[in-house]
């Protein structure tokens, strides 16, 4: 009976997609990233200056709607390379690949910041579920379900010593087409938040004011009446 509620309101939707990200991915990936970093940095030691964003920055878009080319999402996100790759035989996959890209992030002072960023692929199976009629899957069940996705991949994470120190969660709604350069906003405002936490920074050089990080506890109450993405703060620079 407990199972047969759930199915109806759709909870077990984004908790299994959860779990199965970091079963199968994070916690495969994500031990072996400061290998690749520390490999890179050694090749390039002026790119990789600040040690505490040596992680996978994992984007979760509330609205759930991913762009496959993160340079055509942003102007101001552009790839470099791709570092050292895992390659693993699994579920019958003869040496299956796993890589993470690194991309260089522009500020509005030119200044150039480098990261491991990427998607969280699973929100591109929510989004398309609210898109197929089959689904029967609303905009405001997409909304939770990512909002629990985000919360129950915290959770995880947080739980694994193997992934310790190794991610970002980077959980954000969009602006609309307007606010072209949100997502290089929103990944600057990490990469300085972790660097201030370990270097002394100049004024001049914030991405944009101080505020606190959209964690779990705030994405409960942030579904908006209107249909199109509304900003989760008001920080913008």
Not at 123 to 149: I, N, T, V
Request: glycine residues 2%.
């Amino acid at each position: 009976e407990i199972s047969e509620m759930s199915e109806r309101s759709k909870q077990n939707v984004a908790h299994g997609l959860a779990w199965s990200y970091y079963i199968g991915y994070l916690k495969i990936v994500l031990p072996r990233l400061k290998t690749s970093m520390e490999e890179f940095s050694r090749a390039n030691p002026n790119m990789l200056t600040c040690r505490e964003t040596w992680k996978l920055h994992i984007l979760v878009p509330l609205s759930c709607d991913i762009c496959d080319d993160l340079e055509k999402a942003d102007s101001n996100i552009q790839y470099v390379t791709d570092l050292t790759e895992t390659t693993l035989t699994r579920a019958g996959t003869k040496k299956r690949v796993y890589k993470h890209s690194l991309y260089t992030i522009r500020d509005k002072d030119n200044k150039l910041w480098h990261c491991a960023v990427e998607y969280a692929t699973p929100l591109q199976s929510l989004y398309a579920m609210s898109q197929d009629q089959c689904a029967a899957f609303s905009r405001e069940d997409r909304l939770e379900q990512a909002k629990l996705f985000y919360r129950t991949l915290e959770e995880i994470l947080k739980g694994s010593k193997e992934c310790r120190g190794t991610y970002r969660l980077i959980a954000y709604e969009e602006l609309g087409e307007a606010e072209s350069h949100s997502l290089s906003r929103e990944i600057l405002w990490h990469l300085w938040q972790q660097c201030h936490e370990e270097y002394a920074v100049h004024e001049g050089d914030q991405p944009h004011h101080p505020v606190m990080t959209l964690c779990s506890e705030e994405l409960n109450l942030q579904i908006s009446a209107s249909d199109l993405p509304q900003p989760l703060r008001s920080d913008c620079f």
